[in-house]
């Protein structure tokens, strides 16, 4: 490819999506739990297609407003919508993380 071909050929119109690529949800049982959504602003075209991404300031809220925040979820397995707060989603994330560490420590017979 010439490098003039980057100046010279056709424009390509991209917009600016915002994305949270990572939630950090540090060992609650270590003093106050904390919730820290990680993002980036990535370059797309109309097909979808990304041209680089750029990380942006992580949104840590206070996790009482975390905890208090209540929205419908539909559970893909169930098919059933109800109304779930974060309270409920930090303690199964909780319990999930220390059944997977706990299983991770297990020795193998």
Not at 19 to 25: D, I
Not at 34 to 40: D, F, P, T, V
Not at 46 to 50: D, K, T
Not at 75 to 79: A, L, N, Q, S
């Given at each position: 490819m010439d490098p003039?071909?980057?100046f010279t050929g056709p424009t390509v119109t991209t917009q600016t999506k915002r994305?949270?690529?990572?939630?950090?949800?540090p060992n609650p049982y270590q003093g106050q739990p904390?919730?820290?959504?990680?993002?980036?602003d990535v370059l797309v075209d109309?097909?979808?297609?990304?041209y680089g991404s750029n990380q942006v300031p992580s949104l840590t809220p206070d996790f009482t407003a975390v905890e208090t925040a209540v929205y419908p979820i539909t559970?893909?397995?169930?098919?059933t919508t109800?109304?779930?707060s974060g309270a409920a989603v930090a303690l199964?994330?909780?319990?999930?993380?220390?059944?997977?560490?706990?299983?991770?420590?297990?020795?193998?017979?």
């Open positions: 003039q071909d980057l994305r949270c690529f990572r939630v950090e949800a904390s919730l820290s959504y990680c993002q980036e109309g097909s979808g297609n990304s559970d893909p397995v169930t098919g109800q109304p779930i199964w994330l909780a319990a999930d993380y220390l059944a997977r560490a706990t299983a991770d420590l297990t020795p193998a017979s």
